[in-house]
């Protein structure tokens, strides 16, 4: 975590400013490697896919499509939430309330995602062991269902710092890594729409 | 600083039984830097450690541990098969040592000993004062010493791993293997995966923003080029195997057919997937390794490495390459002909920078007025053996030629030749070069080069025959043969040569054991090496360097930079030299210029990476045994403890 020199009280000089901390690139890296692992999931589907004689098979009911379109409708809003909370942040007047509004809304809205994506996956319940289809489908849900489940703990989190007063001032990089989490989500979010809608959801 | 060992009789009253001014008496440390970049006293205070050279170390040692126990299961094949229709160990028994033996040696201990290697040294060398998330890099530490356990806890419950490292399915499902042999294996691997990820994150980040003022990328040092390589390649490699893994082991306990012809799907899909992880893992392991060899020669050669820039591009291309290779293990699979062309042309082609290497390296030492010492004759061995393995290599990338002798004994004698020439040599050059840092002392250099050749002989006897074995059609995994095969004398010389290795191994013990209780103390730099990590004590200090120094040349020892030519710059890094309210700072630099762009905090120690990692071994043995309420109970503390280990101390002093 950096913060700037001036805030150690330190008399750095002029050039030592600007910097991307490294929590920021331990926050992309991070996601990177979620995205290898979303996107071994993705080819493992797409090899089960082309490989079977039968995908998604007839008999089984997929995902409800209208369903995890809500749930990512509403993990997308839970980015825009922690977006703002960001902002408030690193506004002048560091406004701490908004913030905390901001960060509990968050994690509201993740976890009605997360709720509405399990519901979706309902139809699956049993068949999960009768078909690699459905298997995937729990898989690629239970995935996304992981980062949100992370993005609402971490929005917990930032909330509970902000009460205590280490988040809003001075800023950290952790309203900054928890956005790009929500953000990185609601994209996953619509990748499993994608799937669901192409790949068989009912 | 100097390194100036004083008696503690000779320190002043009041220091001797501070534990914290004592060391830094000791060392000639600075005593208030110490103070702030230690750890606390006692058992809980080594729990709580986090500095990069604690946990570098304890990577290396236990790896090293781990390496002498993969040995003694490869002493017990090599008895085994040293004469026809041995009955020395059963079937059962013999697929749980090779499988033990090929597990311990990719992930316990080479992975994990260039790890610690890279904590350990890659912030010395670039001047960095630590890793920039050292509580994450003790979390790394502890998963990885958890993981290792987990899958050795398997011999005293006796379901040891049995499928081989590769653990192939339908060989590892539940019809075959219906014990919690495989088990033991997924989710051990899977702990070990974990710590290398979250390794390989710090090792990027740290290569990336904490390098010291004027150190660009093009004035990095070679080693440090190739663990951000190998870092990279990790975090893209490892996921995947633990993917794999988590499917393999969701079909075994909840029966999702994701390998279940039967059910939609393909025993196939493991192989690609363990592959796509596999082949670059062969490349994860060699790259820093060769990045060890870029390291020593320099320094024995005294003279910069011929062909910088070809060499990191070398190493940067094979990192690439190897990720479109992982078909040519399946190429008895049935893969589609225009499939088996492109990976041939691809396995034949990353021959290429792997020869640039060879080629650099022999240069400079042509160029280079050289002096002996063990560390080089490792590279030396290493150089003779890699090319053979890289031959074979070479041949077994051909279709007609891999059918032949797939599964054969000559596969075995191969990557045997690269991974111990390749990689366990340059390690072991490593080890010979770096041990002054390591612990004080010079190793001794007549036992090191009976070590080297008694390894280096032993090995070619105990692998090169491998070759002849595989010829005559002698299959790989087989725990017995007939005396009318014709094998005999090959294999009871391949057992001669396996146990003249492993005396080399234990004569190494012996030379760290006897340098560390009476070995030459080492000074700050007794090869008068180019690189950074020489400019600090021996053993370094707890902070690295009291100032961080400037960078202008990739040798920085011997072409160094003049404070005086940026003051400003100085006065800053001067200041930093004053410890400021407790806190651990640092200078982050820009990533391709190395221009100074921020004060870094450094995480202080911290129980909680220690906590974290026990509780998901818990979690981990709960999913084993099907104990819920254990599990759950492992989670909660997994979610306490993560929020402990980030919440900030008071005033921001302490950064998660």
């Known amino acids: 975590m950096s913060v700037w020199p001036e805030e150690l009280g330190r008399s750095a000089p002029s050039h030592l400013r600007g910097a991307r901390s490294g929590g920021l690139y331990g926050m992309a890296i991070a996601l990177g490697v979620a995205s290898v692992i979303g996107g071994t999931l993705l080819y493992a589907h797409v090899h089960l896919a082309v490989n079977a004689q039968e995908w998604p098979p007839q008999e089984l009911e997929g995902p ?13 809003l839970a980015a825009a939430a922690t977006m703002a909370a960001y902002r408030f942040v690193h506004a002048d007047e560091r406004d701490r309330a908004h913030v905390f509004a901001s960060l509990l809304a968050a994690a509201l809205l993740g976890a009605i995602a997360l709720g509405l994506l399990v519901v979706s996956m ?40 902000v009460v205590v007063g280490h988040e809003g001032s001075p800023p950290s990089d952790s309203s900054r890594n928890l956005r790009a989490l929500q953000t990185y989500t609601a994209v996953a979010t619509l990748a499993l729409l994608a799937v669901t809608a192409f790949g068989g959801g009912s | 600083m100097t390194t100036e060992a004083v008696e503690t009789a000779d320190l002043p009253p009041e220091d001797r039984h501070d534990p914290v001014e004592r060391r830094a008496a000791l060392h000639g440390w600075d005593p208030e830097l110490t103070r702030v970049w230690s750890a606390p006293p006692g058992l809980v205070g080594w729990l709580s450690a986090v500095n990069h050279k604690d946990i570098g170390r304890r990577f290396i040692w236990t790896s090293l541990a781990f390496l002498f126990l993969g040995g003694l299961q490869a002493l017990v094949i090599r008895t085994q098969l040293a004469v026809p229709e041995n009955d020395l160990v059963s079937a059962e028994l013999y697929n749980q040592l090779f499988t033990m033996h090929g597990t311990t040696m990719m992930f316990l201990f080479v992975v994990p000993c260039l790890e610690g290697l890279a904590m350990f040294f890659a912030p010395l060398m670039i001047g960095a004062r630590d890793m920039p998330f050292p509580r994450l890099n003790a979390f790394g530490y502890w998963a990885f010493l958890a993981g290792g356990l987990f899958v050795y806890a398997s011999f005293f419950t006796g379901e040891v791993p049995d499928g081989g490292w590769f653990a192939y399915v339908p060989l590892t499902d539940t019809e075959f293997s219906p014990g919690r042999n495989m088990d033991f294996w997924l989710l051990g691997v899977t702990l070990v995966e974990v710590a290398g990820i979250v390794g390989a994150l710090e090792i990027v980040v740290l290569v990336l923003k904490h390098k010291v003022p004027g150190m660009a990328l093009h004035r990095m040092p070679l080693f440090v080029w190739s663990v951000l390589v190998m870092a990279a390649m990790m975090l893209v490699a490892f996921p995947v195997l633990l993917t794999a893994s988590l499917l393999l082991e969701l079909q075994r306990k909840l029966n999702l057919p994701f390998y279940d012809p039967s059910a939609g799907g393909d025993p196939l899909l493991w192989q690609h997937l363990f592959w796509i992880f596999g082949h670059p893992e062969v490349y994860i392991q060699f790259i820093p390794a060769a990045g060890i060899v870029s390291t020593v020669i320099p320094a024995f050669a005294r003279r910069p490495i011929v062909g910088y820039r070809l060499v990191v591009a070398a190493l940067v291309a094979t990192g690439v390459a190897s990720f479109g290779l992982w078909v040519h293990h399946m190429f008895a699979t049935g893969i589609p002909f225009l499939a088996l062309t492109f990976f041939t042309a691809a396995s034949l082609l990353i021959a290429i920078p792997s020869g640039i290497q060879v080629f650099a390296w022999l240069a400079t030492l042509w160029q280079g007025v050289v002096r002996w010492s063990t560390a080089l004759w490792f590279v030396i061995g290493f150089v003779i053996i890699f090319v053979l393995g890289g031959i074979t290599g070479v041949m077994v990338a051909v279709v007609p030629f891999n059918w032949q002798v797939h599964d054969s004994f000559f596969v075995v004698a191969h990557f045997h030749y690269v991974l111990i020439g390749g990689v366990v040599f340059p390690i072991f050059a490593g080890l010979h070069y770096w041990m002054p840092k390591l612990n004080g002392h010079l190793l001794d250099e007549r036992i090191g080069r009976t070590t080297f050749w008694l390894m280096f002989v032993g090995f070619n006897v105990g692998f090169f025959p491998q070759h002849v074995l595989g010829f005559e059609g002698m299959p790989r995994r087989v725990y017995t043969y007939t005396e009318g095969d014709g094998w005999d004398l090959w294999n009871m010389v391949s057992s001669v040569g396996a146990f003249v290795l492993g005396l080399g191994f234990a004569l190494f013990l012996v030379n760290v054991w006897v340098s560390r209780r009476r070995g030459e103390l080492a000074g700050d730099d007794p090869w008068d090496a180019p690189t950074l990590e020489w400019s600090t004590t021996s053993p370094p200090a707890p902070y690295n360097f009291r100032v961080q120094p400037q960078v202008r040349d990739v040798s920085p020892r011997w072409h160094p930079a003049d404070p005086e030519e940026d003051p400003e710059l100085a006065a800053v890094l001067e200041e930093l030299a004053e410890p400021y309210e407790g806190r651990r700072e640092t200078v982050g630099t820009t990533t391709l210029d190395g221009q100074p762009n921020e004060v870094v905090l450094i995480a202080t120690s911290s129980i909680w990476p220690f906590v974290v990692a026990i509780a998901l071994v818990v979690a981990l043995a709960a999913a084993l045994y099907d104990l819920v309420v254990l599990g759950l109970v492992g989670l909660a503390v997994i979610v306490v403890g993560v929020v402990a280990w980030l919440w900030p101390g008071p005033a921001r002093t302490e950064v998660p």
Do not use: C, I, K, N
């Open chain 1, 64 to 76: 409800a499509t209208s369903t995890v379109a809500f749930a990512a409708l509403v993990a997308a």
């Open chain 1, 122 to 161: 309902a139809p699956l319940r049993g068949e999960a062991d009768q078909h690699a289809y459905a298997a995937s489908m729990v898989v690629l849900g239970g995935f996304v269902a992981l980062l949100l489940a992370l993005g609402v703990m971490g929005a917990l989190v930032v909330a509970a710092w």
